[in-house]
T-cell receptor, first 115, second 116 residues
Framework: AQTVTQSQPEMSVQEAETVTLSCTYD???????LFWYKQPPSRQMILVIR??????QNATENRFSVNFQKAAKSFSLKISDSQLGDAAMYFC????????????FGKGITLSVRP | NAGVTQTPKFRVLKTGQSMTLLCAQD?????MYWYRQDPGMGLRLIHY???????AKGEVPDGYNVSRLKKQNFLLGLESAAPSQTSVYFC???????????????FGSGTRLTVV
């Protein structure tokens, strides 16, 4: 079974600085997708960024980028120019390619942003 | 442009009571899911459905039942609530056209359930 590990339960960053959230996963599949979700205090789950395993290029969405290391099964999220609104819980998630596949989540990391 | 709607948003139950959580989506998605979120545990899959009239067990199905009588609705039932079912419940949906997993899910806003 696939597992997703987020080993750091909490992190803190100074406003305007850069922070990296770590995620590792375990799978025997070669074709899959990885995601980072943000959950602010409103509880809403918001998709931040996704990465296709077959793509070597790291995904980027504005201030959010990933460092995808397929051989190491590592998928970290970098947040640049951190803003107060980035404070939230962040979940890493995995989904294998193909029909009937389901998202498997890590335990999440709580990010706080210091003004 | 409602997306995925969950009702109710909050509920307090006494041990042994029953209730049904309703999830409705207006995106014509084939796949629907129920997750529970507990502190330090992330989101864990309870049950899911790949189409109208079909359901399947996820990672933590015990104590829950589901039904998908209509494509747009996915109901989660607790027949005899227990304090261990105190949690935040999320419904999600995804399109069969994204069956390759290209996209993530569309989530509802969650239901906070407390069993006393």
């Amino acid at each position: 079974a696939q597992t997703v590990t987020q080993s750091q339960p909490e992190m803190s960053v100074q406003e305007a600085e850069t922070v990296t959230l770590s995620c590792t996963y375990d799978t025997s599949e070669s074709d899959y997708y990885l995601f980072w979700y943000k959950q602010p205090p409103s509880r809403q789950m918001i998709l931040v960024i996704r990465q296709e395993a077959y793509k070597q290029q790291n995904a980027t969405e504005n201030r959010f980028s990933v460092n995808f290391q397929k051989a190491a099964k590592s998928f970290s999220l970098k947040i640049s120019d951190s803003q107060l609104g980035d404070a939230a819980m962040y979940f890493c998630a995995y989904r294998r390619a193909g029909a009937n596949s389901k998202l498997t989540f890590g335990k999440g990391i709580t990010l706080s942003v210091r003004p | 442009n409602a997306g995925v709607t969950q009702t109710p948003k909050f509920r307090v139950l006494k041990t042994g009571q029953s209730m049904t959580l309703l999830c409705a989506q207006d995106m014509n998605h084939e796949y629907m899911y129920w997750y529970r979120q507990d502190p330090g545990m992330g989101l864990r899959l309870i049950h899911y459905s790949v189409g109208e009239g079909t359901t399947a067990k996820g990672e933590v199905p015990d104590g829950y039942n589901v039904s998908r009588l209509k494509k747009q609705n996915f109901l989660l039932g607790l027949e005899s609530a227990a304090p261990s079912q105190t949690s935040v419940y999320f419904c999600a949906s995804s399109s069969h056209r994204a069956a390759q997993g290209t996209y993530g899910y569309t989530f509802g806003s969650g239901t906070r359930l407390t069993v006393v």
